[in-house]
């Protein structure tokens, strides 16, 4: 079966951490970069439209790229050449895996172009891409869509899918500052005490039956000890903004390592889950948009990440987790 020449990979903005939940929760949001790579005789091409145009390396050091390179030398193949015409539209070093993205893209499109593969295997794409990302929490519901549990096992990382209880209602506060994952991860201390430790242990579980179960839960499920605070010196104006909206009852988090804040509203009419009627909530919400800051209803993305042959004489190439589009 001959592979495509060229695919379109389509992978989603997602929010890591959910307050306790360190590095093993995230959720996929309906924002996308959207990424044509071909197979050519050879040199290496690079265009860059929307976020990070004019910003971002066009050359081997380009995320997509190295990522692509990465897992093409695990599948043992070298391709001649490469073009890459990425349309980016989520925000990089805004706490809404920018970089998580890239690395999805980059390796599945190695997997979905290698002439010597038939199908894309998940397991393998999820180990690679959070060896390359350094955690799962981002790369797991990019690949997978919807809410994801991932942790990391000797032979790489694991990752489980969440039923987001529909009334959930994700809303990201976008600010125009950026701060780089590696500093956040640094402002960190190498431990803490047991105390805010079994903190993280209880809120952790509280969170996942508050996303499937009972929403109501959420403001006490998004409770952090481990990282907002300690961040709180590199993103002034998102602490602020956290501590408002926590004030208020919004389930709010600082967004991956930060700075945007994602509160999660519970929309519908049902009071028993704690609910407001939807526009009071998204009103108050934008209403408490600092100044300089977006305020951006995103829905849950149930697919991840896309991969659709742009030619070649097969089906859609995936994952199996990850979705296709015809
Ligand atoms: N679409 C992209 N294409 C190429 N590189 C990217 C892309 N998105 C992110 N990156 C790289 O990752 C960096 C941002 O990563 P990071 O600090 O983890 O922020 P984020 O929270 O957005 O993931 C960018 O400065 C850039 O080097
Ligand atoms: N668990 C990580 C998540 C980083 O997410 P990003 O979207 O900021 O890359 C962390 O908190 O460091």
């Known amino acids: 079966m001959e592979q495509p020449a060229a695919a379109r990979i389509r992978v989603p903005a997602t929010s890591a951490n959910l307050g306790p939940a360190y590095d093993c929760a995230g959720l996929a949001l309906s924002c996308w970069d959207s990424l044509d790579i071909a197979v050519t005789d050879g040199g290496l091409t690079v265009e860059v439209a929307g976020a990070g145009a004019g910003e971002l390396p066009t050359d081997e050091s380009h995320l997509v790229v190295r990522a692509f390179r990465a897992a093409t030398a695990e599948l043992g193949w070298t391709p001649a050449g490469l073009r890459l015409s990425a349309r980016n539209t989520i925000p990089q070093g805004r706490g809404m895996g920018s970089s998580a993205a890239a690395v999805t893209a980059g390796v599945l499109a190695a997997w979905a172009l290698c002439p010597d593969v038939a199908e894309v295997d998940a397991e393998a794409v999820l180990r690679l891409c959070s060896e390359l990302e350094?955690?799962?929490?981002?790369?797991?519901?990019?690949?997978?869509?919807?809410?994801?549990?991932s942790w990391t096992t000797p032979s790489g990382a694991r990752a489980a899918r969440l039923a987001v209880d529909p009334r959930i209602a994700p809303v990201l506060f976008v600010p125009a500052t950026t701060l780089a994952t590696h500093l956040a991860r640094g402002l960190l201390p190498e431990t803490v005490p047991h105390a805010d430790a079994a903190h993280a242990a209880g809120r952790s579980a509280l969170l996942v039956h508050a996303l499937t179960r009972d929403p109501a839960l959420l403001l006490e499920g998004t409770e952090d000890r481990l990282h907002q605070a300690q961040r709180a010196p590199a993103m002034p104006e998102s602490a602020a903004l956290l501590a408002r909206l926590r004030a208020d009852g919004h389930a709010a988090v600082v967004s991956g390592a930060g700075p945007c804040v994602l509160a999660l509203a519970v929309l519908g009419p049902d009071e028993d889950a704690g609910a407001l009627d939807?526009?009071?909530?998204?009103?108050?919400?934008?209403?408490?948009?600092?100044?300089?800051?977006?305020c951006r209803p995103l829905p849950v993305d149930?697919?991840?990440a896309v991969v659709t042959p742009l030619s070649g004489d097969h089906d859609a190439v995936s994952s199996g987790a990850p979705g296709t589009h015809p």
Do not use: S, Y
């Not at 526009?279 to 977006?294: D, I, K, N, S, Y």
């Open 134 to 149: 350094g955690h799962p929490d981002n790369v797991a519901p990019c690949l997978l869509g919807g809410a994801t549990l």
């Open 278 to 294: 939807a526009a009071v909530q998204v009103r108050a919400l934008r209403e408490a948009t600092p100044a300089g800051w977006e």
């Open 302 to 304: 149930p697919t991840g």
